[in-house]
């Protein structure tokens, strides 16, 4: 589905702010909004890797998107690595998708990359996706969809010169003894950076709610974090709009909180065959309630005053 038609207004947005500021006096009961999340479904037609059973998350997925269907959500959101390689394996989950009846916001991972170098320029247009980073609104809160892969050893053809400064800067990184030194992670580019200064600095003068969602976490440190984490988590603790970060990449799940921002890994739907992952998310003025359903983990998230 494409994102243009369901972007939500200006109008809309404007209409919530008063519901925000009164839910915040007392607590509000009802959620402002509710919706889907999927992360890291991983498809592809081959044999089990250890715990990673490729063909079993099509099945699934369709369990997944029967019970988020029934929740009667406006959107579900997925974070990325929805195949696991070969673009023909989009053909296979894609579809399994419109039982939602809802729009889905995709972004990227590092496995969607892992096609043939001429087919990369595609997985954008396939997904539905605008462009690699993007935001929509939905009862005025602003969800801002990062490319974590667009400083990346995998992102860009392997003789393009992205890819070329990419290596450069796993070098650098390598030397350091960074713990996200690897190359299945990536980074934001300068000119991702400056793109999300700007949106996060009109969202603080809209007083607008922001969830900002990437591939990669930020934190906690480790062998599937973001090149350059501790730029982009001084950025997001620089406004207040910035209600928390939601990510993918490591499947085994984590949660850290710093300086008010909670930062959520949510699990992957692919290990064995009979554990499923998935989430339905309410978001209040004060918190962030995420009720988990299989290997996912229920939590309440406080939000910063």
């Not at 894609?94 to 729009?103: Q, R």
């Not at 992205?162 to 190359?183: I, R, Y």
């Not at 300068?190 to 603080?204: G, K, P």
């Not at 710093?258 to 998310?281: C, D, K, Q, W």
Request: net charge negative.
């Amino acid at each position: 589905m494409k994102r243009r038609t369901f972007l939500g207004s200006t109008a809309a947005a404007a209409g919530i702010l008063p519901r925000l500021a009164a839910a915040a006096e007392g607590g509000d009961s009802e959620p402002i909004l509710r919706f889907g999340l999927i992360t890291d479904a991983q498809y592809a037609d081959c044999e089990a890797e250890g715990e990673r059973h490729y063909r079993s998350t099509p099945e699934k997925l369709k369990r997944a998107v029967e019970a988020l269907h029934g929740e009667k959500l406006p959107f579900t959101l997925h974070l990325g690595d929805f195949i696991d390689r070969e673009f023909k394996s989009f053909d296979v989950m894609l579809p399994l998708l419109n039982g939602l009846e809802h729009p889905v916001y995709h972004l990227l991972g590092n496995h969607d990359y892992s096609v043939a170098d001429t087919e990369k320029a595609r997985i954008v247009s396939t997904l539905g996706m605008s462009h690699d980073y993007y935001t929509f609104r939905s009862k005025g809160i602003r969800f801002i969809m990062t490319d974590t892969n667009d400083l990346s050893v995998y992102r860009n053809p392997s003789d393009s010169p992205e890819t070329a400064k990419a290596k450069d800067v796993l070098k650098g990184l390598e030397a350091a003894n960074a713990p996200g030194a690897k190359p299945w992670n990536g980074g934001m580019s300068n000119v991702q950076l400056a793109w999300l200064e700007r949106e996060l600095s009109a969202a603080d003068a809209a007083k607008e709610k922001v969830i900002v969602c990437g591939h990669h976490p930020l934190i906690p440190a480790g062998m599937h974090q973001v090149w350059n984490h501790a730029e982009i988590i001084a950025m997001l603790e620089r406004h207040p709009c910035v209600m928390a970060w939601f990510n993918g990449h490591n499947h085994a799940g984590a949660f850290e909180e710093r300086n008010g921002i909670p930062y959520v890994t949510f699990r992957s739907m692919l290990h064995f065959p009979e554990n499923n992952a998935y989430s339905v998310v309410e978001v209040h003025s004060d918190r962030i309630l995420i009720k988990g359903f299989g290997r996912e983990v229920s939590r309440e998230l406080k939000l910063r005053a």
